[in-house]
């Protein structure tokens, strides 16, 4: 069974950069999308951003411009750089695979100080 393990999650001050990765246990045979989500106690699993299988980028409104997705394709892993943290991007992270299956890591804390 396909897992997915995230990594790179951590504490930071607001201002600064964290970067985040998933790796697939094993290779999926087929990906339509490989994205990130997060959640707070207080709000449902929400959206941040996702790459299509050929390449194109989308970015929740509250992160575009701060955020970078990318992915290595033959690695089956996606990347999430963070730049300009702010205290509300303080959650826990879930990156997403959906493609031959609906696959979910199983989430890393990000805190931001101010």
């Known amino acids: 069974q396909v897992q997915l393990v995230e990594s790179g999650g951590g504490l930071v001050q607001s201002g600064g950069s964290l970067s985040l990765s998933c790796a697939a246990s094993?290779?999926?045979?087929?990906?339509?999308?490989m994205g990130w989500y997060r959640q707070t106690p207080e709000k449902q699993r929400e959206f941040v951003a996702q790459m299509t299988s050929n390449g194109i980028a989308q970015y929740a409104d509250s992160v575009k411009g701060r955020f970078i997705i990318s992915g290595d394709r033959a690695k089956n892993t996606v990347y999430l750089h963070m730049n300009s943290l702010k205290p509300e991007d303080t959650a826990v992270y879930y990156c997403?695979?959906?493609?031959?299956?609906?696959?979910w890591g199983q989430g890393t804390q990000v805190t931001v100080s101010s």
């Open positions: 997403n695979v959906i493609g031959s299956g609906n696959y």
């Open positions: 094993e290779s999926i045979r087929r990906i339509y999308t």
